[in-house]
């Protein structure tokens, strides 16, 4: 039997599936939000495969995405887009939501929470 510790987030959530689960939760919200709407393209898919193949990548598992797309360069993919605090504000409170919704560890969803906060943050260029 495996050691707990000795296993990635990737494998504790259940892998992939929960991933692609966590995304396809997040872009419904998404999709109906006035605010982030309008940043996105007119199709959410392609947008929604990446970033759970990003996800899963960043927390342990294959390497797909960087295989397919090279190194995530997070903040320039998102530099051509207007990210402000409210912005910045409405996508973590949906990813949020997303994680709280995937029923995982509360330690598991404490460390994701922590990391999608700093990432939103992250992509702040604006200051409104």
């Given at each position: 039997m495996s050691d707990q510790a000795d296993e990635s987030v990737y494998q504790l959530v259940g892998g992939l599936e929960w991933f692609h689960e966590l995304c396809d939760r997040f872009?419904?919200?998404v999709a109906a939000d006035e605010v982030l709407r309008p940043l996105y393209p007119d199709d959410?898919?392609?947008s929604r495969h990446w970033?759970?193949?990003f996800l899963a990548q960043y927390w342990g598992g294959p390497e797909e995405y960087s295989t397919s797309r090279g190194h995530p360069r997070l903040r320039m993919r998102h530099m051509h887009l207007r990210v402000g605090v409210n912005e910045r504000d409405r996508w973590y409170e949906h990813m949020a939501a997303a994680v709280s919704e995937g029923r995982i560890d509360p330690e598991i969803e404490e460390q994701m929470l922590e990391y999608f906060s700093m990432a939103a943050t992250h992509l702040v260029n604006s200051a409104e």
């Open positions: 872009y419904q919200r959410l898919e392609p970033l759970a193949l």
